[in-house]
């Protein structure tokens, strides 16, 4: 019994090392692919870049070195084989953080490049996705100027992006696959933008199940980012009528639900939002608190429910649901086709409603 036991742990560990060895090449050997970047190509469908970390032995050379391998042809998979062909080693791509296309893929081809990831060995599902501007191999190629490794440099972007950024929400490809093929709830993701030697991360790109239909600008992503992440801190900007009268608000307490009303007509869906914060900066000489706080507040309530309103239209006339509301609708009826198909038709007839309340609270004056 004890050597059938031995014999069976050996076996066991034997193949633990094996499934370890990932092909049983050194690192000294590998290329390690820290970024994935997809475009239309000149001369072929796809234009494939990989941005690999620069190491020898393991070791990394510069903290911030890496080099650009790039190829064309008329499918991924034969770009990345044509690319391990000219590689002296081989590509790993365990470590890669960021998978990035250009807005023509992401219009006409994000399924085929979300099929390949999927498929890909090596990819992990927590890798995180984005739409590139001006293109993947252009964003690919920035360097800056810090002391993080390129892949914990995209790592930390992320992470800070899904954390505290004010405008957008990392998304991870388990999360675009998922979306991309559920009924009732959307995919989107981040717009990177490369200017100078920045990448710059205020805009979202919204999909259907075919591709990217629609782009939300800065401040409608800060309200999309309020409504789906409730965020820990949200910043708001009060204008007045001359550039001198403007009132920047900071709300730490945020509450957001909303109620889909299927028995009246016409069918709605009302968002309860209710917020409370700190001016933090206003340009009107001596406003104080007591005499003016509550009418900003209700300025404010009016300015953020009339917008919200309006983002919320913006998305149904584009027929997209990346809020899930059809998923909420799904989950609370029982027949998944004929629900689906009533979905399809009560969607495009709901009208939204909002009922914003802001609280506003600071020490002394607003300014």
């Known amino acids: 019994m004890c050597r059938l036991l031995l014999v069976f742990l050996v076996i066991v560990l034997g193949s633990l090392f094996c499934l370890s060895g990932c092909r049983g090449v050194d690192i000294d050997k590998r290329n390690i692919v820290v970024g994935l970047g997809v475009d239309v190509g000149k001369n072929a469908r796809y234009r494939v870049t990989l941005k690999i970390a620069a190491h020898e032995g393991g070791e990394s050379i510069g ?12 499918s991924i998979a034969y770009a990345v084989e044509a690319l391990q ?21 992401a219009r006409n081809n994000a399924e085929s490049l979300l099929d390949y990831a999927v498929r890909k060995p090596g990819l992990q599902f927590i890798t995180w996705m ?18 993080k490794p390129v892949g914990i440099y995209f790592n930390d972007l992320f992470t800070n992006i899904h954390g505290v950024s004010m405008y957008l929400d990392a ?22 933008e490369h200017k100078g030697d920045e990448i710059v991360t205020e805009r979202l790109a919204l999909f259907d199940k075919k591709g990217m239909k629609l782009e939300l600008v800065p401040e409608e992503v800060s309200l999309f ?14 204008n007045g009528q001359n550039e001198n009268e403007h009132v920047v608000t900071q709300f730490r307490n945020t509450k957001v639900r909303y109620n889909l009303k299927e028995d009246t007509q016409p069918p709605k869906i009302r968002y309860n939002v209710r917020l409370s914060g700190v001016v933090e900066e206003a340009g009107k000489e001596s406003v104080t608190v007591s005499t003016d ?8 309530a009016r300015e953020i429910q009339r917008k919200l309103v309006m983002l919320l239209e913006k998305m149904q006339n584009a027929g997209l649901d990346p809020l899930g509301f059809g998923l ?29 309340r802001v609280q506003l609270r600071s020490d002394g004056s607003l300014k």
């Not at 980012?225 to 009060?238: A, D, G, N, S």
């Open 130 to 147: 984005a739409v590139a501007r001006p293109n993947a191999n252009d964003l690919l190629k920035v360097k800056r100027k810090s002391e």
């Open 85 to 105: 062909a000219k590689s002296e080693k081989f590509l790993d791509f365990s470590q890669t953080r960021i998978i990035v296309m250009d807005e023509v893929i």
């Open 171 to 192: 998304v991870s490809m388990s999360k675009f696959y998922a979306r991309f093929y559920e009924r009732g709830s959307d995919p989107y993701l981040p717009i990177l």
């Open 63 to 74: 903290l911030n070195d890496f080099f650009i391998l790039d190829q064309e042809a008329n």
């Open 328 to 356: 909420n609708y799904l989950s609370k009826h029982w027949n998944p086709n004929e629900n689906w198909e009533a979905w399809q038709t009560l969607y495009p007839q709901l009208k939204f409603d909002a009922d914003v």
């Open 225 to 238: 980012r309020l409504i789906t992440k409730k965020p820990k801190v949200f910043h708001y900007e009060l």
């Open 293 to 300: 706080a509550s009418a900003y507040a209700s300025e404010e």
